[in-house]
């Protein structure tokens, strides 16, 4: 939509204001009018115009005088002027006029068509300036846009680079000990150091096993390839496998760990894993950057309706500058990296990703250098599940089942049936295919829990044969494996699972499963 151009009309008489605008008046001019040199120069410095039409006889200040002035200033010089006199225009007073900056002078009484023709003339060039103006400010702020992505390249370049000779370094640090291993052993296979170096090996594989996840990890959580295995869990499960994970590295340094749990439980919707995963993340940072013999923390507390998981260290700290980028790809305090701790600059940005995927959200303090850090994690509530009188929870207490397991590891069977037992199920074990089909033949259970990866017939051979026959239509069977992908999900579904768990199977997750299946 055009703006409007608007027009300064100058008159001591108002008459002549009156008669000028009835005779401009059109949509896409604005008319502004003013009795004095002084009242114009009042709407010049709120308004720039398209034109001014000025005239010559005014008390006061004439419009010679008034156009001298409108010369003088930057912001109202080059403002177009067009004189209309009632006077003789000697050649004297054209001058005059022309010096003071008009491009032409009408004579009174106007011509309608003329003086029309003439502001048509300045509207025109008024609305080239403003496109040219509008086309100036987009250029310059593309170029500003440019300037600021040419930056950030240049600053993620910069990382890039910082990244990879931390990656060739930090794998590097467990493939010397190995290659050195494996030519001890080659040397003195049964040496007593033997085991040791074995050992040592293991731990070094482990190692290079978790650089390698992490990366593959934030490849797929940056690609939205991340699923979620949610369950409803107590926030205490998630802190304790937290800390038996980091509980080695935070000892071998000789830190002081404190732990401050409620005494009520906090249940939270979540992976177990990932949740796990970001709250041992913290701690083994804050165990890597804090010098021998410091102190660490981990709490826990209820806020409203979130849990509030804080990790508190007395390490090197956080300059004010770096607490914006520290969950930024690739990114490492610089002060940190020589102190060959590890880590690639992907476990926070990691941390971040994973904790926005379950609703919950994480930030950085420090006070400074050499001043410690805090980080504390943000995650939604969910309702406690209801317990009954015996302290089973309302799906332990329902229906019994008649649950067949199918599993060749017997200890996982054996395992999965006792828990299935202790809330009021009813199961048989088998350990094949073949024996799976002929305990489904010979009492319909309500529910199977088969397994994949089996000797002979696989577990989507079985299923596929249970489904042959009708009168385990309506039965549920369950696929509980090792193999978690999207894809074996799929697969499982395609053979005629009902429901996909990974192993190891978690018993509130298998329990509200059951609790969904006899309600």
Known sequence: MNTPAPILLVDDLEENLLALEALLRRDGLTILKARSGVEALEILLRQEVALALLDVQMPEMDGFELAETLRGAERTRRIPIIFLTAGTTDRERRFRGYEAGAVDF???PIEGDILKSKVEVFVELYAQRRQIAQQRDA?????????????ALRDADHRKDVFLATLAHELRNPMAPIRNGLQILRMAPDSPMAAQVRDMMDRQMTHLVRLVDDLLDVSRVSQGKIELKREHLTLRSVVEAAVETARPVIDLAGHTFTLDLPAEELWVDGDL???AQIVANLLNNAAKYTPESGRIGLSLRRDGTEAVIRVSDTGLGIDADMLPKVFELFTQVDRNIHRAQGGLGIGLALAQKLVALHGGSIHAESAGANKGSTFELRLPLAEAPHATADGLSEAQTARALNVLVVDD???????????LDLIGHHTRTVHDGIAALAAADSETPDVILLDIGMPGLNGYEVCRELRKRPQLQETVVIAQTGWGQDSDRQAAFEAGFNHHLTKPVNLDSLSRLLADIRA
């Open 273 to 275: 894993t990932r949740l």
């Open 409 to 419: 590891n017997r200890e996982s069977a054996r395992t999965t049936s006792w828990m």
């Open 139 to 151: 250029l310059l702020a593309q170029t500003d846009e440019i300037r600021r992505t040419s930056e």
């Open 106 to 108: 009408l004579q009174k």
